[in-house]
Structure formats: C-alpha cells, structure tokens
C-alpha cells in the first residue's frame, strides 16, 4: 500500500548538515504517522524523530535542537534536516510510516539510507 524511498545520505564532516527525503508512493500519506529511525552496527534501532498526521512532533533527546522532521503532504514527502551533526549520528537511517486503527497497526519501512560523520 506504501512505499518509502529514503534519499539525501552520504559522508559529512563533524558540524556539517544534511537534509534527509523519505518520498512515499501509495494512498493516504496523509494519514500516517512518519518516522526517521537510525541504526547503528551492533545498536538496536531507534527512533529519532517522529511527526503525527495531524504535524505534532518528537525527538530523541540526543538530537534535540539539531534535527527537525516536517512533511509535505503535497508531495507525499518527509524530510529530516539533521544539522551540528556530530560522529555518534552515523548509522542507517529509515523511514517508517504507521497508522494505528481498532485491529492492528499498518507499518511500512524505506530501505534506509547511510549517514557517516567523520573527519
């Protein structure tokens, strides 16, 4: 029903900024709930920043005031500017999409896109 296509990864210096693109094809972006998930090798994965259909949003304390999540509902798009990137932010990063209704839970994953901080 969802497909999630992440883009924007790549090597950057400590300090530096990216910008993350999860692009969704399917119906009905506008009613799930979007993640960006990292995992790092040997780490379990972790969600790192959260929006709600409805625009509400939340961070993992480690990138509060450095990373923010928005979405385009427009262009079935989310976004993570991640910016002061620092060497622990390194790992793959996903997107999720969910949404929650009486019975179950739809969730659906992009492939991930590799992030590397380093000098």
């Known amino acids: 029903q969802v497909q999630l296509v992440e883009s924007g990864g790549g090597l950057v210096q400590p300090g530096g900024s990216l910008r993350l693109s999860c692009a969704a094809s399917?119906?009905?972006?506008?009613?799930?709930?979007m993640g960006w998930y990292r995992q790092a090798p040997g780490k379990q994965r972790e969600l790192v920043a959260g929006i709600t259909s409805g625009g509400s949003t939340n961070y993992v304390d480690s990138v509060k005031g450095r990373f923010a999540i928005s979405r385009d509902n427009a262009k079935n798009t989310v976004y993570l500017q991640m910016n002061s990137l620092k060497p622990e932010d390194t790992a793959v990063y996903y997107c999720n999409a969910q949404h929650r209704w009486y019975l179950s839970t739809d969730n659906y994953w992009g492939q991930g896109t590799q992030v590397t901080v380093s000098s």
């Open positions: 399917g119906s009905s972006f506008s009613i799930y709930d």
